[in-house]
């Protein structure tokens, strides 16, 4: 299947309240999911939301093995989560470096919920229904917030940890994708 074209920050379709899925096994879903997954591949990006790629649908992916964008991430099994809910189990947070397909070049520090539950379900409509912590965590959250609108800039606290992967990262050519 194709490789999707990436929806760019300013795009207002980034912005809007993904729709939740009602049917799931269909081919359109399957047609949705190839094509998401050969978009993120081709990108090096480690989660991709249906709305990155003009689909207004409650539907992530995301997995992490080894990945140039993300060096020292821990592994993320390859997850389908669709009609997520994401539950914190502490409000303890931690700040880290994200960055995004729809914002290429650019890294802000972040805090996120180092703890949570998450729950949803696979194509097949079939419960998933996880508790994680750490980077894994950091993905999920990060995904989800795309499906309410929401950009990782958004929730950067401080301006000056937002910029050009070049200019925060000079001596990182990892960090440059």
Same mark, same amino acid.
């Given at each position: #299947?194709?490789?999707?074209?990436?929806?760019?920050?300013?795009?207002?379709?980034?912005? @809007?309240?993904?729709? %939740?899925?009602? !049917?799931?096994? +269909?081919?359109?879903?399957?047609?949705?999911? *190839?094509? #998401? *997954?050969?978009? #993120?591949? !081709?990108?090096?990006?480690?989660?991709? !939301?249906? %709305? &990155? /790629?003009?689909?207004?649908?409650?539907?992530?992916?995301?997995?992490? $093995?080894?990945? %140039? *964008?993300?060096?020292?991430?821990?592994?993320?099994? $390859?997850?389908?989560? /669709?009609?997520?809910?994401?539950?914190?189990?502490?409000?303890? +947070?931690?700040?880290?470096?994200?960055?995004?397909?729809? /914002? %290429?070049?650019?890294?802000?520090?972040?805090? @996120?919920?180092?703890?949570? @539950?998450? &729950?949803?379900?696979?194509?097949?409509?079939?419960?998933?229904? @996880?508790?994680?912590?750490?980077?894994?965590?950091?993905?999920? +959250?990060? $995904?989800?917030?795309?499906?309410?609108? /929401?950009?990782?800039?958004?929730?950067?606290?401080?301006?000056?940890?937002?910029?050009?992967?070049?200019?925060?990262?000079?001596?990182?050519? &990892? &960090? $440059?994708?």
């Amino acid at each position: #299947m194709p490789v999707r074209d990436v929806l760019r920050m300013g795009d207002a379709r980034l912005l @809007r309240h993904a729709e %939740p899925v009602k !049917a799931f096994g +269909q081919p359109e879903l399957f047609d949705l999911l *190839r094509d #998401m *997954r050969d978009t #993120m591949q !081709a990108l090096d990006g480690v989660g991709l !939301a249906a %709305p &990155q /790629i003009g689909v207004n649908l409650r539907v992530v992916i995301f997995s992490v $093995e080894s990945n %140039p *964008r993300y060096p020292d991430a821990e592994s993320v099994p $390859e997850t389908v989560l /669709i009609n997520p809910l994401l539950t914190p189990l502490s409000d303890a +947070q931690e700040e880290g470096w994200e960055g995004c397909l729809s /914002i %290429p070049g650019m890294r802000g520090l972040v805090p @996120r919920y180092t703890h949570l @539950r998450y &729950q949803g379900y696979d194509e097949f409509g079939a419960l998933i229904d @996880r508790t994680v912590s750490g980077f894994h965590a950091r993905v999920v +959250q990060h $995904e989800c917030d795309h499906l309410d609108g /929401i950009l990782y800039p958004l929730r950067v606290k401080d301006m000056r940890n937002f910029g050009f992967n070049s200019e925060l990262f000079p001596d990182n050519t &990892q &960090q $440059e994708a």
